[in-house]
């Protein structure tokens, strides 16, 4: 079955330590997505890339770093320069249809980072 | 910029009662609206979605109609079960020419229905 695999599902890392989520899909949806969850303000965005190798900054990427190497894989870095980093962080991918309305994301099941 | 507002949360109802969930929203284009439902745990789902003016959603007898004159797209079902207990977002995508393609989420609302 296609969909997106996001892991680990549970991390905890020690002040200081660059961690990395992953994100692997097999939709080929060209477009990928990092969001951020914190208990009621919703999801905000961190990264997104529209095609490989190119990669955009969302509302929230300080302390955050991305790569897309491959249509299938769009990892997430949290870096030490993140200051509050304790999240539920969720991958989504879409087709990427310039300027279309139905665009619709699919979303990984989320990786639940506890900073120690 | 673009937003979303929901109703604020918790919402609970006992099973087969009506559920209406507001959302209205800010955009300098012309938007496409979309709900998504996250359960427990878990990531989250398209429920339904609307692209134009008047457009009417619906899956799972869930339904919300995209109201330009009001820029609203509230969430509608006529009898809820327990299983529709999760956490609803609204969400947009503004479709000016050459914008971006992210979405814009609220904030979500928490449905608890009680049997």
């Known amino acids: 079955d296609g969909g997106i695999t996001q892991s680990p599902k549970y991390l905890f890392r020690k002040e200081g330590q660059n961690v990395t989520l992953s994100c692997e899909q097999n939709l080929n949806h060209d477009a990928m997505y990092w969001y951020r969850q914190d208990p009621g303000q919703g999801l905000r965005l961190i990264y997104y890339s529209q095609i490989v190798n190119d990669f955009q900054k969302g509302d929230i990427a300080e302390g955050y770093s991305v790569s897309r190497e491959k249509k299938e894989s769009f990892p997430l870095t949290v870096t030490s320069a993140q200051k509050n980093p304790t999240a539920f962080y969720l991958c989504?991918?879409?087709?990427?249809?310039?300027?279309?309305?139905?665009?619709?994301?699919?979303f990984g099941a989320g990786s639940r980072l506890t900073v120690l | 910029g673009d937003s979303v507002t929901q109703m604020e949360g918790p919402v609970t109802l006992s099973e087969e009662a009506f559920l209406t969930i507001n959302c209205t929203y800010t955009a300098t284009g012309y938007p496409s609206l979309f709900w998504y439902v996250q359960y427990p745990g878990e990531g989250l789902q398209l429920l339904l979605k609307?692209?134009?003016?008047?457009d009417k959603g619906s899956n799972k007898g869930f339904e919300a109609t995209y109201r330009k004159e009001t820029t609203s797209f509230h969430l509608e079902k006529g009898s809820v079960q327990v299983s529709d207990s999760a956490v609803y977002f609204c969400?947009?995508?503004?479709?000016?020419?050459?914008?971006?393609?992210?979405?814009?989420f609220g904030k979500g609302t928490k449905l608890t229905v009680n049997p």
């Open positions: 989504a991918s879409s087709i990427f249809v310039k300027d279309s309305g139905a665009n619709v994301l699919t």
């Open positions: 609307a692209t134009k003016a008047d």
């Open positions: 969400a947009l995508r503004d479709n000016v020419q050459g914008g971006s393609e992210k979405l814009v």
